[in-house]
């Protein structure tokens, strides 16, 4: 079956204190990876798309990386600002996108 | 990127009575949408896939009879929550899909809060 496993479930940071989020996945056939942030009370808000082992996608604090097994989102230098719920999906082909759990990112000042 | 809006973006609506939830593609076209249900500090649990001129394809457990989905246009779908109960309070969320690079990417509206006294 299908899984995509986020953790950890939360993380707490200080600012200025870089880490990584983990997304690991068990999927027949990847297409592609997607990592979204989403703030309480409001809609997921798209970030990357990551296609092939190996590749890279960077967005000011954010960096996106893919292997065959797990995307890592790297956090350098985190504000309070980057607080929020960061979550991976995975699309396999069809009309599914498998979504994990989320990350809850606190960063604190 | 694409943009999803949806409305409203709160409702409150007394237990027994319907309400309708409409998200719109507004800079393209939308042949699938999803509508999603989030309890607070969960995850996503997809409720439905609608596909524009056909009926949707609810996932299991969620009733079709109280969740109508209607995707009349490329642009338009909506939610129609009827006989509303207290524990149909949530936060809606619906998407729609859009093409790229070989993969679909799925872009989200804000979001509707429902709550039902």
């Known amino acids: 079956e299908d899984q995509v496993t986020q953790s950890p479930e939360a993380l707490r940071l200080q600012e200025g204190e870089s880490s990584s989020l983990n997304c690991s996945y068990t999927v027949s056939g990847l297409r592609g990876l997607f990592w979204y942030r989403q703030d309480p009370g409001k809609g997921p808000e798209f970030l990357f798309t990551?296609?092939?082992a190996g590749e890279e996608k960077e967005k000011e604090r954010l960096k996106a990386t893919l292997t065959k097994k797990e995307s890592f989102l790297h956090i350098t230098a985190p504000k309070p600002e980057d607080s929020a719920t960061y979550l991976c999906?995975?699309?396999?082909?069809?009309?599914?996108?498998?979504f994990g759990a989320g990350t809850r990112l606190f960063v604190k000042a | 990127g694409a943009v999803v809006s949806q409305h409203p973006s709160r409702v409150i609506c007394k237990s027994g009575t319907s309400v309708k939830i409409e998200c719109r593609s507004l800079?393209?076209?939308?042949?699938?949408m999803f509508w999603y249900r989030q309890f607070p500090k969960k995850s996503l649990m997809l409720m439905a896939t609608?596909?524009?001129?056909?009926?949707?394809?609810?996932e299991q457990g969620v009733e079709k009879d109280k969740f109508l989905i209607n995707h009349a246009s490329l642009t338009l779908s909506t939610l129609t929550v009827t006989s509303a109960h207290p524990e149909d309070s949530s936060f809606y969320i619906c998407?729609?899909?859009?093409?790229?690079?070989?993969?679909?990417?799925?872009?989200f509206g804000p979001g509707t809060r429902l709550t039902v006294t």
């Open positions: 998407s729609a899909r859009v093409p790229t690079g070989g993969v679909y990417e799925q872009y």
């Open positions: 800079d393209f076209q939308a042949t699938t």
């Open positions: 990551l296609y092939s």
């Open positions: 999906a995975v699309y396999t082909g069809g009309f599914k996108t498998i």
């Open positions: 609608s596909n524009e001129g056909s009926k949707a394809t609810y």
